[in-house]
């Protein structure tokens, strides 16, 4: 059986604000590993736009270069694959601002419920079976993702749903943010044989 295609799901990959590990509120750096392979995700299975959120005006420059080298300059003929890719990035300020733009570009003009990641696992209220569910009935969806040590607390509590984390078979939980992505995604809407 194959799961369901996902036009009405968004991702945002949040850079403020997020902790450091001492969980002190901070703005991480845009890398561009993180860009090309959410990115790359995003486009596999069907996710409709992929959002980064940095307030920083060097991070939003940077981001830009990225996105034209491989959407319209050189990178573009090179790999048209990363293209179809990268087309996908938005660039957004704050996460406001991002289901502001859903929002606004919904067919149905409607504010998406936002699910949030996060490894600790105190305020879990979604499995990613209970994810797939509610995207079948095909409202917009934002899944947040953070970056450095993860997602400030207030934009958990502020979240209409936090996805059970990804878990290991060892103790140690603390995975790049581009693999928690891609392994969610499959989780979510993977084939299932």
Do not use: C
């Amino acid at each position: 059986m194959t799961k369901l295609y996902a036009p009405n799901l968004h991702v945002a990959l949040v850079h403020h604000p997020v902790l450091n590990k001492n969980n002190d509120i901070i703005a991480s750096a845009v890398t561009n590993l993180d860009l090309h392979d959410i990115a790359r995700a995003a486009k596999t299975y069907g996710v409709k736009s992929f959002y980064v959120v940095t307030p920083l005006k060097d991070q939003t420059a940077l981001v830009a270069k990225v996105i034209s080298h491989w959407t319209n300059g050189a990178g573009s003929v090179y790999n048209p694959k990363r293209r179809q890719a990268l087309e996908l990035i938005r660039v957004q300020e704050t996460l406001e601002a991002v289901i502001e733009d859903i929002r606004n570009n919904s067919d149905h003009d409607k504010k998406p419920r936002t699910v949030v990641t996060s490894a600790r696992d105190n305020h879990v209220n979604l499995s990613f079976s209970g994810f797939y569910e509610l995207l079948k009935a095909g409202d917009p969806y934002l899944l947040v993702l953070g970056t450095a040590w993860g997602l400030s607390e207030s934009i958990i509590v502020g979240a209409d749903y936090v996805l059970e984390s990804v878990k290991g078979n060892t103790k140690y939980n603390h995975l790049s943010v581009r693999s928690a992505a891609a392994i969610i995604l499959d989780r979510v809407l993977g084939k299932i044989d």
